[in-house]
């Protein structure tokens, strides 16, 4: 999806019935843009000619001023007209045409999550208790929806932020249950928050505004800073576990033989391989064979690079594994940092629970593991410092991860996480990309 652009296409249907072919299909496409004469008119043919009785909404246009080019080359703000497909037009669309339970979820599901819900508790609630209070959920089930935006980059010099949306208790495939509301590059955006603005506010207008605050969000009714969610990708994979697994790496490669870190880690990645094996971890899901780069940051602290989220997460056994195996019972250093890893395993292998909410028993338990992930965590940091080594160190996300259980007891990472919007952000980037070739940046929104 995305890999080739409209006019590419059409160029490819010219060379094959230039060649002799004379399918119907390739006709068409050989037709597009005035037979390739007007290859900027070859996205709009080939949509009019496919993409007919779609249940996506018609986009609403959104005057905001953009970065464009004039005649003479020169950057400069204009006022152009975004295409947005708002959230509510998503809702009547999809109910519209009866696919609405089939990419939200069934009534009976969106019900069973908020019977889960602790509502005397949770502060997310107890911020507007007015509003809460006033739904009948009896006589209406509102559908639980994650708001995610995120950047990738679609070319060499430039990259997309996309705005999309998705029940939280959806099981249909995120190539059909994360909906588009913008996608923007951000080469048509120099003044971030005046060419946003508009945009937020009318998304924000269309999940029923009230009171303009500091960010339009804010004035959605039952929106508060209770909210915003600490996402376990961001959060863990490509945070505290980085630090925490790569200064275990750094520190049994401090005991292996070799006479430099290049040729310890010889020696280090047949071991973690054999566990991989041993744990039957699919291998698309491993660590590629890890180089010097992949374990030291520039500021000379340990932290994983150029890794993926996903084998960070999976990683996680066979870092309880080594911690074990390099164990030494007589070292404190040595016994907290197996329980740190011990204590962050529990973490993943509890969020990874299919469940809604953390049951009362359960918590607890979880709650204890976040904690010890940061107390024994602490521990090495401190006795770090104290031998002047550059390792163990405590960035913003390790605040962060102390929230992480609190948010955890009323709804399970699970329900938020950013593992199916980062995959459907993939598939924006490629077809951004497919859409950018001589085109302002601005106008690939429409696109």
């Known amino acids: ?29 050989q037709a597009l843009g005035a037979h390739g004469v007007s290859p900027q008119n070859c996205h709009r043919d080939i949509s009019r000619w496919i993409f007919k009785n779609m249940c996506s909404p018609e986009s609403t246009s959104i005057r905001t001023p953009v970065l464009v080019r004039d005649l003479n080359g020169e950057k400069k703000m204009m006022d152009k007209d975004i295409p947005v497909n708002l959230p509510h037009a998503w809702i009547d669309q999809l109910s519209e045409h009866g696919f609405l339970e089939t990419v939200m979820a069934p009534e009976a599901e969106i019900r069973k999550f908020w019977s889960k819900q602790l509502w005397k508790e949770n502060p997310q609630f107890r911020q507007d208790t ?31 932020m996309a705005i999309s949306m998705r029940c ?26 005046r060419t946003w603005d508009p945009i937020w506010k009318e998304l924000s207008e269309s999940f029923k505004k009230l009171d303009l605050r500091q960010h339009h969000l804010w ?16 959060l863990m994979d490509l945070g505290i576990s980085c630090h925490i697994f790569a ?28 566990i991989y094996e041993d744990l039957e971890i699919p291998t698309a899901e491993r660590f590629p064979k890890l180089l010097r780069s992949n374990l030291i940051a520039d500021t000379g602290y340990p932290t ?5 989220g996903r084998t960070v997460r999976k990683f996680s056994p066979v870092a309880v ?57 602490h521990f090495l940091a401190k006795d770090a ?63």
């Open 304 to 308: 994983l690079k150029h890794i993926k």
């Open 168 to 193: 939280m208790v959806s099981n249909v495939s995120v190539q059909f249950s994360q909906l588009m509301l913008v996608n923007m590059p951000k080469n048509a955006t120099e003044d971030w928050d």
């Open 130 to 160: 007015k509003y809460w209070k006033g739904i009948d959920f009896q006589a209406e089930a509102p559908i639980p929806l994650v708001l995610h935006g995120d950047a990738a980059p679609y070319s060499e010099t430039d990259s997309t």
């Open 385 to 447: 410092l104290k031998r002047k080594l550059l390792k163990y160190s405590i960035t913003q996300k390790f605040h962060l991860f102390y929230h992480f259980g609190q948010q955890s007891k009323y709804l399970t990472p699970r329900c938020v996480w950013c593992y199916g919007p980062e995959s459907y952000l993939a598939i924006v980037k490629a077809v951004t990309a497919s859409c950018s070739r001589g085109t302002a940046s601005y106008q690939v929104v429409g696109k």
């Open 219 to 234: 004035s959605v009714p039952g929106v508060g800073f209770w909210t915003v969610k600490l996402d376990l990708l961001h």
């Open 1 to 29: 999806m995305g890999k080739l652009s409209a006019s590419e296409i059409q160029e490819f249907a010219d060379c094959a019935v230039k060649s002799g072919s004379s399918a119907e299909d390739l006709l068409k496409v």
């Open 247 to 274: 200064n275990l790496l750094c520190d049994i490669l401090d005991t292996l033989p070799g006479s430099s870190l290049e040729a310890r880690l010889k020696v280090l990645n047949p071991k973690i391989s054999q």
């Open 321 to 377: 594994r080594l911690a074990t195996e390099y164990s030494d019972e007589s070292s404190t250093r040595s016994m907290h940092r197996k329980a740190c890893v011990e204590c962050l395993d529990k973490v993943y292998s509890m969020a990874d629970e299919k469940k809604w909410v953390v049951s009362s028993t359960d918590f607890p338990v979880f709650e204890d593991a976040v904690q010890g992930t940061l107390s024994h965590d």
